[in-house]
């Protein structure tokens, strides 16, 4: 696969509703991380993989937030019980074990709750 | 808690003019990256610097990287309207990126 690749590219979803949001990394990346980004600002961390365990979900904001990555490759995000706070675009990142470590971003998930 | 700020947030230059963008970050990092992002696009990888001093030039742009000084720099010369968009510099924090609320650069003839 040529990038990261996201799905939906737009969700919108009522307010209480439960949204997923998947994201495939670039084949053969270990680690898989999750951003949010709010209008206006810059994408703030929520979670990170390594293969199939997830290493850090210090910043998952609720537990309405749950990620997983089941075979160490195609990722999904839940939001359950959906609020207007989480109306944001959901960034998925994949990387590789090279000396420079870059993250190779996703077109991103835009979530608008209603 | 490793917290990044950029200076300016906003800038608008004229075409062919040089200037210099600030990342300041507040705890230790040995690496750090700076992206582009054009409105309502992802993320695009534009430097990488991995060590003190280090630097990258590619086109228009140059990016510094002081670890010392906890500052990373990215400098463009004789800007052209396609560099309009919005910079991000970000520091690794065990293997997060950390992100400060961008530069929004604007160029105009």
């Known amino acids: 696969g040529a990038g990261v690749s996201q799905s939906p590219r737009y969700k919108v979803a009522k307010r209480g509703q439960d949204v997923a949001l998947r994201c495939d990394p670039i084949?053969?990346?270990?680690?898989l991380f999750w951003y949010q980004q709010a209008l206006g600002q810059g994408p703030e961390f929520l979670t990170y993989?390594?293969?199939?365990?997830?290493?850090?979900k210090s910043g998952l904001p609720s537990d309405r937030f749950f990620a997983e990555r089941p075979e160490g490759s195609v990722s999904t995000l839940k939001i359950q019980r959906t609020q207007q706070e989480d109306s944001a675009v959901y960034l998925c990142?994949?990387?590789?074990?090279?000396?420079?470590?870059?993250?190779?971003f996703g077109p991103g998930t835009r979530l608008t709750v209603t | 808690e490793l917290k990044v700020e950029q200076n300016p947030l906003f800038l608008s230059m004229q075409e062919g003019k040089n200037y210099t963008i600030y990342c300041n970050y507040s705890?230790?990092?040995?690496?750090l990256y700076w992206y582009r992002q054009d409105p309502g696009k992802s993320l695009e990888s534009l430097f990488v610097?991995?060590?003190?001093?280090a630097v990258k030039q590619e086109g228009r742009l140059m990016a510094s990287l002081d670890t010392k000084a906890r500052l990373s720099t990215l400098h463009i010369t004789a800007a052209v309207h396609d560099l309009s968009a919005t910079y991000f510099c970000?520091?690794?924090?065990?293997?997060?990126?950390?992100f400060g609320t961008g530069t929004r650069l604007q160029v105009f003839p």
């Open positions: 990142a994949s990387s590789s074990w090279t000396d420079t470590y870059e993250q190779y």
């Open positions: 084949s053969g990346h270990v680690s």
């Open positions: 993989f390594q293969n199939e365990a997830q290493l850090d």
């Open positions: 705890t230790t990092s040995d690496r």
């Open positions: 610097l991995l060590s003190n001093g």
């Open positions: 970000s520091p690794i924090n065990t293997d997060k990126l950390i």
